[in-house]
């Protein structure tokens, strides 16, 4: 199993990461706040009793949501089945260790070799523990503590922005954030350039928004209301690391570092499926999923 056209992309020079047995970056496990009765409400009454409810209401009152929701189902159906984290390379210790050579993925760290990358605190706030990664990668400090309802693109731009204005930077100009949509209507090859171009760019970071359960498949059994519901419209944000070729799979493998420590930090995914998972439509905006570039810019 050779990576190919890595010259460009690895650095053994640089911080060196502090990594686990597995090749996991050291990452602190977040300490869970208490669940709040909202949140016991809202998995244990609601969702199970209104789910079916919705799902009946949008199917009848929805011509884009009966359009749509089939082919949605058929992915996360077909990830079930084959989730890539069954696969040999997901969480595979060689590449991790490639990985961790790579200018891309050691702009996660700082001089110490210290990780930039955090999980979030609790369901709901990947988006947020996203741009804490990003900010405080691209130099920015004091930033903003996690919170939830970073739930969309355009919105998770709006607030990451907001909060390197609100945050300190270490470098002497002045410097701003500009934020690129890239959604997942594009073409695959569009797709995968944009990835390319963005880990190429020191002073850029790739954030992607995605439904997860295109590649991990159900949580859970798909009768019960919330698994389905979750399966069909749960998005998630997380951070990408690099990105490998190899002969062995048909598309590159993309690194990222799912914020939620539950999948114990970096993984590696086929670029198509990636894009399946991003080209997915978010039921609830009417909108494809998207990559997004964060880049940093002196004036």
Not at 107 to 121: A, C, F, I, K, T
Request: charged content about 20%.
């Amino acid at each position: 199993m050779t990576p190919q056209n890595l010259a460009e992309t690895s650095n053994p020079k640089g911080p060196t990461p502090l990594l686990d047995a597995n090749h996991q970056l050291l990452v602190p496990t977040p300490t869970r706040p208490p669940t709040t009765l909202f949140e016991l409400v809202l998995f244990r009454v609601l969702f199970p009793t209104l789910g079916p409810l919705f799902l009946s209401y949008k199917w009848l009152t929805d011509s884009f949501f009966r359009k749509t929701v089939g082919s949605v189902y058929t992915l996360v159906s077909s990830a079930t089945s084959q989730p890539v984290s069954s696969e040999w390379y997901f969480q595979d210790k060689a590449l991790l260790a490639r990985l961790w050579t790579m200018e891309s993925a050691k702009s996660y760290l700082n001089e110490q070799g210290e990780p930039q990358l955090e999980y979030q605190l609790r369901e709901g706030y990947c988006g947020s523990a996203t741009q804490r990664c990003v900010l405080k990668s691209l130099g920015y400090i004091n930033v903003r503590k996690q919170k939830g309802g970073e739930s969309k693109p355009q919105l998770w731009c709006e607030h990451v922005a907001e909060m390197a204005r609100e945050s300190c930077h270490g470098a002497e100009e002045e410097v701003v954030l500009e934020t690129t949509i890239v959604e997942g209507a594009v073409s695959y090859q569009e797709f995968v350039e944009t990835i390319r171009g963005g880990l190429r760019n020191k002073d850029c970071r790739v954030a992607c928004n995605f439904l997860r359960p295109a590649l991990m498949g159900f949580a859970g059994w798909r009768i019960f209301p919330m698994n389905f519901l979750l399966g069909l419209m749960g998005g998630h944000f997380s951070p990408i690391l690099g990105m490998l070729d190899f002969e062995e799979v048909d598309s590159p493998l993309v690194a990222i570092w799912d914020t939620n420590h539950k999948y114990n930090g970096a993984y590696f995914v086929p670029a198509k499926r990636l894009y399946d998972a991003v080209h997915a439509v978010d039921l609830s905006a009417r909108k494809h999923r998207a990559l997004i570039l964060v880049e940093k810019r002196v004036l």
